[in-house]
């Protein structure tokens, strides 16, 4: 594995990658030699590269983990792919919906395995979630509820709030929010969004969502609140509920709660590890069809609501040809 840039989030997922059966950094890049090597140094990595590109022509690195800001990653995952590496790309894969089909053909016709960093996926309890709702354990699904936020600890030079990077929460902390109802429910037919703006970015989100079935949801995102990560799936029979979907709380475990109509509720509690869980999912053989098409929907939907906040109106959204 080689490593493109070297901000607090590669910071976090490098131990994940060093922790994980099969998978050795060899190499991180920064575009300043002096702070790859420091960096390397720091967390145990053999050699620190000056340069992205330079990385990426290296014998000893057969996939690459893209870290850097949104603006950044169309251009180096379609390099990637031309020198024949696997990539793991951080969320939002790109700043608009035409760049990530791009980056995704790219690596097919290369023949490279292509996954977003979206840890949740691939936790066992997610999993939990797939089967419940497949068996339609909570009934008929009427509404969804997101909620993702934290409150702005941000760096002197943090590129969320540049938007020349692709700053702003819905491409970051959207993501998640809009990705879970996606997840749930399919690509939606409207959204109606508004934002709070800093700085040339949005700093909050608030939508709505609407299927044609009749589901609704609505979506809250924001660098201006406390942290929440938290769903509801609400059916006919029963809601489903979880406050820690998008990565569990460090002291406890994975656990979600099912609220029934009758009062009862249910407490049900899950082990594993969804960032190594990734990783493997990611280096092994089984199709990425399914992450592949759920990228595409999250960044159409994320591009009508940001259309939605722009233009102040609902955006309809064209049902998947």
Known sequence: MGVLGTGRITRRLVADLQATDGVSVSAIASRDRQRATWFAEQYGIATGVAGYANLLQRDDVDGVYIALPPS????????AAAAGKHVLCEKPIATNAADARSMLDACSQQGVRFLDATGWLHHERTAAFR?????????TIGHISTAVSFFRPFQSDEHRLDPALGGGCLLDLGWYAFGL????????????????????????????????????????????????????????????????????????PARCWIHRASGEVESESFAGHQEHAMIRFWIGGESLAGHHRRILLTQRVLEAAKASVASRKPVEIEADG
């Open 181 to 252: 109802p996606i997840w749930v429910a399919g690509l939606p037919s409207r959204v109606f969004a508004s934002a709070v703006m800093e700085q040339g970015v949005d700093l909050r989100i608030t939508a709505m969502l609407w299927w044609a079935d009749g589901t609704s949801g609505c979506v809250s995102c924001g660098y201006d609140t406390a942290s929440r990560k938290w769903f509801e799936v609400a059916g006919s029979d029963a809601s489903l509920i979880c406050d820690d979907f998008t990565r569990p709380w460090p002291d406890r």
């Open 131 to 139: 089967a419940g709702l497949d068996a339609r354990r909570f009934g």
């Open 72 to 79: 950044l990653h169309t251009q180096w995952t379609l390099a």
